[in-house]
């Protein structure tokens, strides 16, 4: 069996910021940790296994350990809006939709109301 080390690193958004409380586990192990304030994080483990981190609201990043002992990790964001303000995360719609439903007064008419929701949608 392979030496396990220590690997540490941080966890970033796609323009740089930590990300505190951001998941950090070792694939198909029950080793894991949560990144610090700094989005910084210490984790066990050996050449060769997977680093998954991952974070709400973003896609996760898949990382082998390799030689290195530090990895820099930045994670995108999973809401994408096309050029047509059409939002693509099948996640967030519903709470779109319900946000939408509780801000629009009750007094507007259901045309307006159902062309609004198959924009979301």
Request: net charge negative.
């Amino acid at each position: 069996m392979a030496q396990q080390s220590s690997v540490a690193g941080t966890a970033t958004d796609d323009s740089g910021l930590p990300l505190p409380g951001a998941t950090v586990v070792v694939e198909n192990t029950n080793r894991g940790v949560t990144t610090d304030f700094d989005g910084n994080f210490s984790i066990n483990a050996q050449n060769g296994e997977v680093l998954i981190v991952s974070y709400v609201g973003y896609q996760n990043s898949r990382i082998t350990v390799g030689n290195q002992s530090n990895y820099n990790i930045s994670l995108q964001t999973s809401i994408t809006l096309n050029g047509f303000g059409e939002c693509h995360n099948q996640v967030i719609k519903p709470h779109i939709i319900i946000l939408l439903l509780m801000l629009l007064p009750t007094t507007m008419p259901i045309a307006i109301l159902e062309h609004i929701l198959m924009k979301i949608l």
